[in-house]
């Protein structure tokens, strides 16, 4: 049987015996295993095929006859040794790092190859503008539209008084980890050991609260969790709640758009103003999603205009939706109102980053 392979890892080219242990150390605590040059000039294949290269500054000299490349970083020891920066630009270094003040900095850079991590996901807020105005069904169908279309999609519930979003799934029996599992966590957290951990329906990833007590999940737990997510790519969809607190605003510093989720009312369009108002205080890119039936005189237009926000489009009423557990989880049927609004809103954001396949 074929065995998979194993990623590259960097490459680390010097001549100094104590830096090559320090950086040894630093790959072995990010999870990969380095290729070195010891006192002798990297292998031309090696050179053009590491994601990541690491050059001594004593040992510059031996590859600035080397094709330029990106991701070449040049390591130094002496923040004030002009002749090291000098070095650096000699061989078209992307960085010039100084240890051990850089190792945190460095010790991501080397994790994020041994996750195979690519560009970051595209990560969307969804919000209600008033109880019940459907952002759950939406954040849910969104990921589910994601899933379909072949990325690769976590759906976070970020409300932890919401339910728990693994109900409108009918999957709050399957196995793997929740919120509670999570509140304890800071630093770093290895992005494909989250997804592998966490309850899978068919290709999208959740991650959604149990049945017990509610947990607090403080800042530092939804930076780690969160930015995990997005390392791994794809698409990443958020529930919000309406309130704003310290841990909702380190969620909104990792979200690219937002969609406030508004019904024709006009009391709702009073509420949501109010949401709007908290939220664009950290998130400055919010779009009104109007949600009929607009029978009441206000038009999609017309809301987005009282709560000035850009409208990113307007969702009509989908009886289908009352009964989502036997009709299947949200934005299943293909043809549907939610379902088109969920594909063309991708497809239009997506445009602007990079696609990750599950």
């Given at each position: 049987m074929p065995t998979a392979e194993r990623p590259v890892g960097p490459l680390i080219v010097t001549e100094d015996e104590t830096l090559l242990d320090d950086l040894l150390r630093l790959c072995a605590a990010a999870g990969t295993e380095p290729e070195v040059a010891?006192?002798?000039?990297?292998?031309?294949?090696?050179?053009?095929d590491a994601p990541l290269v690491l050059v001594g500054a004593e040992a510059a000299a031996r590859v600035r006859g080397a094709p330029r490349r990106p991701g070449v970083l040049?390591?130094?020891?002496?923040?004030?040794?002009?002749?090291?920066?000098?070095?650096?630009?000699?061989?078209?270094?992307?960085?010039?790092?100084?240890?051990p003040e850089s190792e945190s900095w460095l010790v991501d850079r080397l994790a994020d190859i041994a996750e195979g991590a690519g560009g970051p996901a595209l990560t969307v807020g969804v919000v209600g503008g008033r109880g019940g105005a459907g952002a759950s069904t939406l954040a849910c169908a969104l990921a589910v539209t994601a899933a379909r279309s072949g990325l690769r999609a976590m759906l976070i519930d970020g409300d932890p008084l919401g339910g728990g979003l693994d109900i409108l799934f009918g999957a709050e029996r399957t196995g793997g980890l929740r919120w509670p599992d999570f509140a304890d966590s800071r630093g770093r957290v290895n992005s494909g050991a989250?997804?592998?951990s966490l309850p899978r329906l068919d290709?999208?990833?959740v991650l959604s609260w149990d049945r017990g007590d509610t947990v607090l999940i403080p800042p530092e737990?939804?930076?780690?969790?969160?930015?995990?997510?997005?390392?791994?790519?794809g698409v990443v969809v958020?529930?919000?709640?309406?309130?704003?607190?310290?841990?909702v605003t380190e969620t909104l510093t990792q979200i690219d758009v937002g969609l406030l989720v508004v019904p024709a009312e006009l009391r709702a369009v009073a509420a949501a103003s109010r949401v709007a108002g908290a939220v664009r205080a950290t998130l400055k890119d919010l779009r009104v999603v109007a949600r009929g039936p607009f029978g009441s005189g206000i038009d999609d237009h017309e809301i987005a205009r009282l709560i000035g926000l850009p409208l990113a489009g307007e969702l009509p009423l989908e009886p289908s939706l009352a009964d989502a557990l036997s009709a299947g989880p949200p934005g299943s049927a293909r043809r549907g109102p939610l379902a088109r609004f969920c594909g063309a809103f991708l497809d239009q954001a997506l445009s602007h980053v990079g696609r990750v396949t599950a």
């Open positions: 010891f006192t002798a000039p990297p292998h031309e294949t090696s050179w053009d040049l390591i130094g020891r002496d923040l004030d040794d002009a002749e090291t920066w000098r070095r650096g630009v000699g061989i078209g270094a992307d960085h010039v790092l100084f240890l989250l997804e592998e290709s999208l990833s737990a939804m930076r780690s969790v969160l930015g995990a997510a997005r390392r791994r790519g958020v529930d919000l709640p309406r309130r704003v607190d310290d841990t």
